[in-house]
């Protein structure tokens, strides 16, 4: 870590968090020194150093990379945690596609495939609905639990078919995947997650809130510029 703390001060400060090891490089100007403290536990060595650089490397220790208390919400760390795990989640996805093992949906013909999409710690994945469509997915949530130790929800999980799967086939997908069906074309944040052919019936329920709204707000006084303030800060 740089620091312009003074040497007696970050002294103190190893001490207190009971890193018995350490070693200081001197500050360059303004900018600060370095300095990297490490406990018994650890080995490491030396290899060189410089006023803006410390190359060490970390013998073979189990332990090295283990933390005592995760990040919380929020830590400024954790949404680089979301963007980390979506990131590996994303290329198990598409290189799953790219060798053939699972299909996309396309918006079109000459469209590419779309295998998944990711908001934040939540995500839908589109694929066959087949055995083997249902298996390979399953296999890679389960490559993804082992590599980044986060377990899929399934209680919180639902599949969506399209009309044309047979209900022997819905069932055995289920059991496969491990979560519920439905037929409900869900809302996430407000919004249907799936607009079929009929849009004006999906979004009619947003249509209506928004009336109701605007009918609340023709009682109250406001000039032209202040009602449009105030329907880009509400709406």
């Avoid at 190893?14 to 018995?20: L, T």
């Avoid at 013998?59 to 680089?80: I, Y």
């Avoid at 289920?174 to 997650?193: A, F």
């Avoid at 009682?219 to 510029?225: D, E, N, P, T």
Wanted: aromatic share 8%; proline share 2%.
């Amino acid at each position: 870590m740089e620091t312009k703390l003074c040497r007696n001060h970050m002294e103190r400060v190893r001490r207190s968090c009971d890193f018995a090891n350490g070693i200081e490089v001197d500050s360059e100007g303004t900018r600060g020194g370095l300095c990297l403290a490490w406990r018994n536990d650890v080995n490491i060595m030396l290899r060189n150093f410089s006023k803006r650089h410390i190359n060490v490397i970390v013998e073979d220790n189990e332990r090295k990379f283990l933390t005592n208390q995760g990040t919380s919400q929020g830590d400024p760390l954790s949404p680089f945690l979301f963007l980390i795990c979506g990131e590996g989640l994303s290329c198990l996805m598409r290189i799953a596609t790219r060798e053939g093992l699972l299909k996309g949906v396309k918006v079109s013909r000459s469209s590419p495939q779309v295998s998944h999409l990711l908001f934040a710690d939540d995500c839908i994945l589109f694929g066959e609905a087949t055995i083997r469509g249902a298996t390979l997915l399953k296999g890679v949530l389960r490559k993804y639990r082992t590599c980044s130790g986060q377990c899929v929800n399934f209680d919180k999980s639902t599949v969506f078919f399209s009309k044309n799967t047979s209900e022997e086939d819905r069932c055995l997908i289920v059991n496969i995947l491990g979560v519920r069906s439905t037929s409900d074309l869900e809302r996430y944040l407000g919004l249907p997650n799936m607009v079929g052919r009929r849009k004006k019936e999906s979004f009619q329920n947003l249509k209506d809130r928004f009336k109701k709204c605007i009918d609340n707000w023709s009682v109250r006084y406001l000039s032209q510029s202040g009602k449009e303030v105030f329907i880009k800060a509400i709406l």
